[in-house]
């Protein structure tokens, strides 16, 4: 009997061993969260938690951003709101494309469900009474441009790259693009959202994407501590220690940007006689990146960005989600996708594969009212 009992608790010890060991590599395995949600001190603190991916944006992430920002929105205790990402490389480098491109061709409502909670939540950010403030180090493109820019107050540093490429995969610039992009001076937005052209560091701030610059260094040893330790802030408070960091900065040589004759067109086919025309470096750069890009594509920006202008932001998203599901309907978006991300052959065949192909009519009915299925706030 008691090498019986003996023989069962060693049996026992083993089982248990095994099923701790189990548990332990569980628990070692276990995904992180796409995305923290923290109270810092009178802050409301978000971390894009996805530093693998750099910060890549997806559904569940918008399903979990948008409820906590509408409630720091109406929480007496929370004073500011800041959005982060982790890892330093990226604050958001863009959605997840590759999962909306798979629903679409599989005709899964997360082609339409994903635009319409994204939007929604760009919106909340666009109406966040509280003083929102994005701290945009690294790559910040497509679905990160959409978490920053529509909030009060946006941070570059040296390492911030800003970009709108989605010419490039048959898709627009989205998120609100056709609401900020045609605000920044001259034809400066007409000129990113075309292009994808990408600016860096210090250019950020100068062009309007971001409020302000602030060295790196100086961002979470400093800044961000600042910020979390206000007692009450108003935007203003928060403006004029933002304010004070970037006054640390030395000022290096100022750079130029497009010139606004070279993108002042009603057409996209003018735009792109406008640089032939020009004859400069810089122009036959630029036209030969356009000629790269969707012509559906390239034209859809172009109206959006001119219609977008005296637009409100909530009316622009309507306009966008308008386009998206056009996107999702069309060939360009996955083509462009195959291309780009998946087979990264970079030789899309765009469908019509020419601006003069792509009639005024194509373009007016991306535009058209999808009734019942509108976003809506």
């Known amino acids: ?149 529509h909030g009060r107050f946006r941070v570059a540093t040296e390492k911030t790259l800003f970009a709108m490429p989605e010419t490039a995969i048959g898709l627009f610039p989205d998120v609100g693009g056709g609401f900020f992009l045609p605000r920044l001076r001259g034809k400066l937005g007409m000129f990113l959202a075309l292009t994808g052209f990408r600016l860096k560091g210090r250019d950020v701030q100068r062009a309007g994407v971001a409020t302000h610059f602030v060295e790196r260094k100086k961002v979470r040893h400093g800044l961000e501590k600042e910020l979390v330790g206000l007692k009450s802030p108003s935007a203003e408070d928060v403006c004029r220690v933002l304010d004070s960091y970037q006054q640390q900065v030395k000022n290096p040589q100022r750079v130029t940007f497009a010139p606004s004759r070279l993108f ?7 735009i792109v006689q406008n640089l032939e025309a020009d004859g400069s470096e810089f122009a036959s750069k630029q036209a030969e990146t356009l000629s790269r890009m969707s012509p559906t594509s390239l034209k859809i920006t172009h109206k959006q960005l001119q219609a977008g202008a005296t637009m409100s932001l909530q009316d622009v998203l309507v306009m966008e989600y308008r386009l998206s599901q056009a996107c999702m309907r069309g060939c360009d978006f996955y083509e462009g996708v195959r291309a780009v991300l998946v087979d990264k052959d970079h030789s899309p065949k765009w469908n019509p594969s020419t601006l003069e192909e792509v009639t005024q009519q194509t373009v007016d009915q991306c535009f058209s009212s999808l009734g019942e299925k509108d976003l809506t706030f």
Not at 264 to 270: I, M, T, Y
Request: glycine content about 12%.
């Open 1 to 149: 009997e008691y090498v019986c009992l003996c023989t069962t608790v060693s049996s026992r010890l083993r089982s248990l061993c095994r099923l701790q060991r189990i548990q332990g590599h569980m628990m070692s395995s276990r995904v992180e969260p796409g995305v923290l949600l923290e109270k810092v001190g009178s802050a409301g603190v978000i971390t894009i938690n996805r530093p693998k991916v750099l910060n890549a944006l997806d559904m569940t992430m918008v399903r979990q951003i948008y409820p906590q920002l509408k409630k720091w929105d109406n929480d007496d205790e929370i004073d500011i709101v800041i959005i982060k990402g982790a890892g330093g490389k990226a604050f958001c480098a863009g959605g997840d494309i590759r999962a909306v491109t798979e629903a679409g061709k599989a005709g899964d409502p997360l082609a339409e469900d994903f635009f319409r909670e994204e939007y929604i939540l760009n919106n909340a950010i666009g109406e966040c009474r509280k003083p929102y403030i994005a701290l945009i180090e690294g790559i910040t493109m497509g679905g990160g441009v959409g978490l920053s820019v």
């Open 264 to 270: 002042s067109s009603s057409s996209v086919e003018g």
